[in-house]
């Protein structure tokens, strides 16, 4: 079916200039990237290009925008913060705000007032450019489409019925969601988006710019489209639910704040037994200090390779990264730990000063030792007390060193207590300490974890009891 022609249903006019004035964008081509931006704009193209219609038919637009809202609606089932205006609006007002450019990295890191006036003019006209986009509704896009269709346009019209219509409902606001909706009110609201420029600038002095202001916690994906990828629901856990840990915990926090304010501050490995909350209280930092700029990159032990990578994608950022390794060690036959030496100290590239490394190990010395390291005989080694010592000083590279230990029973009983407290459990002292360590007797001994899986289970059972009265 190729598309009749009509001078009453040709769809050019306002959505060509506005395809011209996207393609003539200076900053914010980042909004329109990406597989959904691609998709609006294919369907962009193919409404206002005659020769599109030469060699296609109605099918191939109607598939175009079919593809469009596929691609909204999977990102909306991954929206975790407060919505605005239909999808395609919602996307706009989200890319335009997470946007990574020369005014927004500018914005970032200098008042408003220091910002060069050129760069801040492109970034207005810039700015009313998006504001068309986002005017151009799921339902403009719609109807275009089903002007362009006349063949089609009764099935279009019962399929899409209302469709363009459908509105996002605001989900529950976080904290870090309360300040990013607000600005996305501001600009669906506003007149003239060129005209807030300078009240973006304040924003993103405040947030970040692009993915470092719309997330606080990242994972390494060395083989993915994006490497640097963002976690939008990182682990809650707070300090106040780590209990039993304080003196332990209190070197690392000390080093944590002054690295955030700006401080050098020392790499940080924290070692010792399972289950006492070494991973858990390096995930708590994130939750203490992201509103004061720190960010946490999780990396797995085998990408360590990939360190001088990490550091280019943050280096002169004004946040503070921490790189997170996680069970952190290294079997005899294993060299990878000579990579995280470098990263360490004495790489040919400076680390910078905005990055920490924190790991988290069963081990003190991190590479596993033998006997035969030790002793020369039945070793082809000939300075095997050298290559005892080159394991050891891995360790010994990171400046705050902090032991984790099982809990004697007074320690785990204490921490039970703490998460009782904290669970509002209101048992007799006697009876929760009998539970606990006929739990701990059963299960995994004396841990903090042990202690959190028994609060878990109490929580059930008093449930269980309570429905049954």
Same mark, same amino acid.
């Given at each position: 079916m190729q598309r009749r022609h009509s001078g009453n249903n040709h769809p050019k006019g306002g959505l060509t200039q506005?395809?011209?004035?996207?393609?003539?964008? /200076?900053? #914010?081509?980042? +909004?329109?990237?990406?597989?959904?931006?691609?998709?609006? %704009?294919?369907?962009?193209?193919?409404?206002?290009?005659?020769?599109?219609?030469?060699?296609?038919?109605?099918?191939?637009?109607?598939?175009?925008?079919?593809?469009?809202?596929?691609?909204?609606?999977?990102e909306s089932l991954g929206e975790t913060g407060?919505?605005?205006?239909?999808?395609?609006? /919602?996307?706009?007002?989200?890319?335009?705000?997470?946007? &990574?450019?020369? #005014?927004?990295?500018?914005?970032?890191?200098?008042?408003?007032?220091?910002?060069?006036?050129?760069?801040?003019?492109?970034?207005?006209?810039?700015?009313?450019t998006l504001q068309e986009v986002h005017s151009t509704t799921l339902t403009v896009i719609q109807n275009a489409v089903m002007a362009a269709c006349d063949d089609s346009r009764a099935v279009l019209e019962e399929s899409w019925s209302d469709w363009g219509e459908l509105r996002l409902s605001r989900r529950p606001e976080t904290l870090d969601a309360s300040?990013?909706?607000?600005?996305?009110?501001?600009?669906?609201?506003?007149?003239?988006?060129?005209?807030?420029?300078?009240?973006?600038?304040r924003f993103i002095a405040t947030t970040g710019?692009?993915?470092?202001?719309?997330?606080?916690?990242?994972?390494?994906?060395? #083989?993915?489209? +994006?490497?640097?990828?963002?976690?939008?629901?990182?682990?809650?856990?707070? &300090?106040?639910?780590?209990?039993?840990?304080?003196?332990?915990?209190?070197? +690392?926090?000390? /080093?944590?704040?002054? #690295? %955030?304010?700006?401080?050098?501050?020392?790499n940080v490995l924290?070692?010792?037994?399972?289950g006492t909350g070494k991973s858990s209280f390096i995930k708590s930092l994130l939750n203490e200090f992201g509103g004061q700029g720190l960010r946490l990159i999780e990396v797995a032990k085998d990408d360590l390779a990939e360190f001088p990578s990490i550091v280019r994608a943050v280096r002169g950022r004004k946040e503070r990264f921490i790189v997170f390794v996680d069970d952190l060690s290294f079997e005899e036959q294993e060299t990878e730990y000579k990579a995280l030496k470098a990263m360490l100290e004495g790489s040919i590239e400076a680390r910078p000063e905005n990055v920490l490394i924190y790991a988290t190990s069963n081990r003190r010395h991190l590479v596993r030792e033998s006997f035969a390291d030790r002793s020369a005989p039945g070793s082809d080694d000939v300075h095997p007390f050298e290559t005892m010592q080159e394991k050891i000083s891995l360790s010994e590279r990171f400046g705050l060193r902090v032991a984790f230990l099982s809990p004697d029973q007074d320690r785990f009983l204490a921490i039970v207590r703490g998460l009782a407290e904290q669970e509002h459990i209101g048992m007799a002292p006697d009876d929760l300490r009998r539970r606990a360590l006929q739990w701990a007797q059963w299960q995994n001994g004396f841990s903090g974890r042990t202690a959190r899986q028994f609060i878990n289970d109490l929580i059930g059972v008093l449930a269980e009891e309570r429905a049954r009265v």
């Open positions: 506005l395809q011209t004035r996207i393609y003539a964008m /200076n900053l #914010f081509h980042d +909004v329109v990237d990406g597989p959904v931006g691609d998709a609006f %704009v294919r369907v962009l193209d193919s409404l206002t290009d005659e020769l599109f219609w030469e060699h296609s038919d109605e099918t191939t637009l109607i598939e175009q925008f079919a593809i469009l809202v596929d691609l909204l609606q999977a407060s919505t605005a205006g239909d999808m395609w609006q /919602n996307y706009v007002l989200n890319r335009t705000l997470q946007s &990574m450019n020369l #005014f927004t990295v500018a914005a970032e890191s200098h008042p408003v007032e220091d910002i060069d006036r050129a760069l801040l003019h492109k970034a207005r006209a810039d700015l009313r300040a990013l909706h607000g600005m996305k009110l501001r600009l669906a609201g506003a007149k003239d988006w060129g005209d807030l420029a300078n009240d973006m600038a710019a692009g993915h470092f202001g719309r997330y606080r916690a990242f994972r390494w994906e060395p #083989f993915g489209d +994006v490497r640097l990828a963002g976690i939008a629901e990182p682990d809650p856990i707070r &300090m106040a639910n780590l209990i039993g840990y304080e003196r332990e915990q209190e070197a +690392v926090l000390r /080093n944590t704040r002054h #690295f %955030v304010h700006g401080a050098p501050g020392n924290l070692y010792g037994d399972g």
